[in-house]
């Protein structure tokens, strides 16, 4: 079975420009999360969807950023206008969702996009 | 509020040996999972191993195992006999019981660098 895709892979863009990441999850799983990791605050969850609705985006750093899940397989974040602060690896994930009350559920990562706003 | 420390920024190992990455954390959940990442230099995200609060063993997946002492609050990942793969960024996570109105969100650590010497 195929894992977290994202694209791109490595974005370089200008300040001020507008930036979309994408991601498919793995199929079958309820929950998709979006990180970001940077050096100086390691990894950071931004935004988290469960059947394909918003749960908690309280990581959202400003209304620059927002972030979509029309369907059980495709998500975006898209960051306008992007600022050099934005800089950083930004991760999806997903998982299937508790099981039976157990918290045992594992969050499967993708690649990753690495963003560069000059 | 769920707190992940790993103390150890750096590591070093000699190749077939055993070494230890500390993790140690903060919560008030009684039931809660701690998860072990490993980021190598390309960047992905790969699960390892997880441990549940309840769990009465400590988890072992092939040569990685987890020393957990509840009452110490620490989930140590053990990697015996290392390879020269397993050169790369090791990250302990925690998530808490969700409660109403909770987040499924993992909390990492800043995460240790581990290298292994041939």
């Known amino acids: 079975d195929a894992g977290v895709i994202q694209s791109p892979r490595h974005e370089v863009t200008e300040m001020g420009q507008e930036v979309t990441l994408r991601c498919k999850p793995i199929?079958?799983?309820?929950?998709l999360f979006w990180y970001r990791q940077t050096m100086m605050r390691g990894l950071e969850l931004l935004i988290y969807?469960?059947?394909?609705?918003?749960?908690?985006d309280s990581g959202m750093p400003e209304d620059r950023f927002s972030a979509k899940m029309p369907n059980a397989s495709f998500s975006t974040l898209k960051i306008q206008p992007s600022e050099p602060r934005d800089s950083a690896v930004y991760f999806c994930?997903?998982?299937?969702?508790?099981?039976?009350?157990?918290?045992?559920?594992?969050?499967?990562f993708g690649p990753g996009t690495r963003l560069t706003v000059l | 509020a769920q707190k992940i420390t790993q103390t150890q920024p750096g590591m070093f190992v000699q190749e077939k040996e055993a070494v230890t990455l500390d993790c140690t954390y903060d919560?008030?959940?009684?039931?809660?999972?701690l998860f072990w990442y490993k980021q190598p230099s390309s960047g992905e995200m790969i699960f390892l191993i997880y441990?549940?609060?309840?769990?009465?063993q400590n988890a072992t997946e092939g040569r990685y195992s987890l020393n957990f002492q509840k009452a110490r609050k620490s989930a140590n990942l053990v990697i015996s006999a290392s390879q020269l793969g397993d050169s790369a960024m090791y990250f302990c996570?925690?998530?808490?019981?969700?409660?109403?109105?909770?987040?499924?969100?993992?909390?990492f650590g800043k995460g240790t660098k581990l290298t292994v010497n041939p």
């Open positions: 441990q549940g609060s309840y769990d009465e």
């Open positions: 969807f469960n059947n394909n609705v918003p749960i908690d």
């Open positions: 994930a997903s998982s299937t969702g508790r099981v039976g009350g157990s918290i045992r559920d594992t969050q499967y």
């Open positions: 199929s079958g799983h309820d929950y």
């Open positions: 919560t008030s959940d009684q039931s809660y999972g």
């Open positions: 996570a925690m998530r808490g019981v969700l409660l109403q109105g909770g987040s499924e969100k993992l909390v």
